[in-house]
Nanobody, 115 residues
């Protein structure tokens, strides 16, 4: 079992930055990969970024060069640094932990990019 808690969302102007955090507890040592997903109103949930237990990262094309996923193993926390935010980044952002074959989800945090 894994418990995930996101924080750091909010309202930001276009071009601004936010950093999301995801604190993990439970059977964290068995986690294969941690990811951030997002879901905008009326749209399907989409994968934003992934970091594996080995440190490999992968990003959606729409956020490459603007977002950075990282992890602090000492704090059992994964981060998503979001720069140059655009209105189309507005969504609920969810943290995901993958312990094969189960995906664990956080409760989500709202990110709104608007002037």
């Amino acid at each position: 079992q894994v418990h995930l808690v996101e924080s750091g969302g909010g309202l930001v102007q276009p071009g601004g930055s936010l950093r999301l955090s995801c604190a993990a507890s439970g059977n964290i040592f068995s986690i294969y990969a941690m990811s951030w997903y997002r879901q905008a109103p009326g749209k399907q949930r989409e994968l934003v970024a992934t970091i594996t237990s080995g440190g490999s990262t992968n990003y959606a094309d729409s956020v490459k060069g603007r977002f950075t996923i990282s992890r602090d193993n000492a704090k059992n926390t994964v981060y998503l640094q979001m720069n140059s935010l655009k209105p189309e980044d507005t969504a609920v952002y969810y943290c995901n932990g993958f312990l094969p074959p189960i995906h664990y989800w956080g409760q989500g945090t709202q990110v709104t990019v608007s002037s």
